[in-house]
């Protein structure tokens, strides 16, 4: 469930279950899109980026999913692990970056996610 | 290769003391960001350096808070006098020009 004091969306899932993790965004002109993944105690960790020209992007154990029509991007994490549980940002960059980390990021709101082993 | 550090990790103060907090970019990173999280909300950006200087301060609250980074090294975020709603995790971060930005793991302020 969601913390006292905190007002972030929150996902709970079981150990080996897939994650879908949302973001929205409001400037049809993005173009470039990062994920952070923020575990207790840290900084938040880069995972994995996509620019506007793509409607997917796939790491290791990760994908990104773009839908420009609608402004919205998911995180889709398979066989979520303990180890996965932290806080994940998305995060983008000033339009006038031209799809680079340059300058000001700015965040979502964030989501917590709890992996039950 | 080192990550980006900041001292300290921890910092308990009252209200209308001083708290000077440090970043430590990766070597040879020209950009240096400070950005805030304040009561588990969303982490806002501060300033971003550029060696020396300020590139964007467009998101530094008020002038209670002051940063440097003489000689484009290292950076010192000070407020002074520290308000009760400063208290939250605050980050660097630095990056390679175009590159990522790569984060410390943050100072935590609370401000009694």
């Known amino acids: 469930g969601e913390s006292v004091g905190l007002h972030l969306p929150t996902l709970s899932v079981q150990e080996g279950d897939n994650s879908i993790i949302n973001c929205a965004y409001s400037n049809s002109a993005s173009d470039y899109f990062i994920w952070y993944k923020q575990e207790s105690g840290k900084g938040p960790q880069f995972i994995i980026d996509i620019r506007s020209n793509m409607d997917k992007r796939q790491g290791q154990r990760v994908t990104v999913l773009l839908n420009k029509t609608v402004k919205h991007l998911s995180l889709q994490i398979a066989a979520t692990q303990p180890g996965d549980s932290a806080v994940y940002f998305c995060a983008e960059p000033p339009v006038g970056a031209g799809g680079t980390s340059y300058g000001k990021l700015t965040f979502g709101q964030g989501t917590i996610l709890t992996v039950h082993p | 290769e080192a990550g980006v550090t900041q001292f300290p990790s921890h910092s308990v103060i009252e209200k209308g003391q001083t708290v000077t907090l440090r970043c430590d970019p990766i070597?040879?990173?020209?950009?240096l960001y400070w950005y805030r999280r304040v009561m588990g909300k969303e982490i806002k950006f501060l300033l971003h350096?550029?060696?020396?200087?300020?590139?964007?301060e467009s998101g530094m609250p008020n002038n209670r808070f002051l940063a440097e980074r003489t000689g484009g090294t290292y950076s010192t975020l000070k407020v002074q006098p520290a308000e009760l709603e400063d208290s939250g995790v605050y980050f660097c971060?630095?990056?390679?020009?175009?590159?990522?930005?790569?984060f410390g793991p943050g100072t935590r302020l609370t401000v009694l």
């Open positions: 350096f550029v060696k020396e200087s300020k590139q964007d």
């Open positions: 971060a630095s990056s390679q020009w175009y590159d990522t930005q790569y």
């Open positions: 070597s040879g990173h020209d950009n």
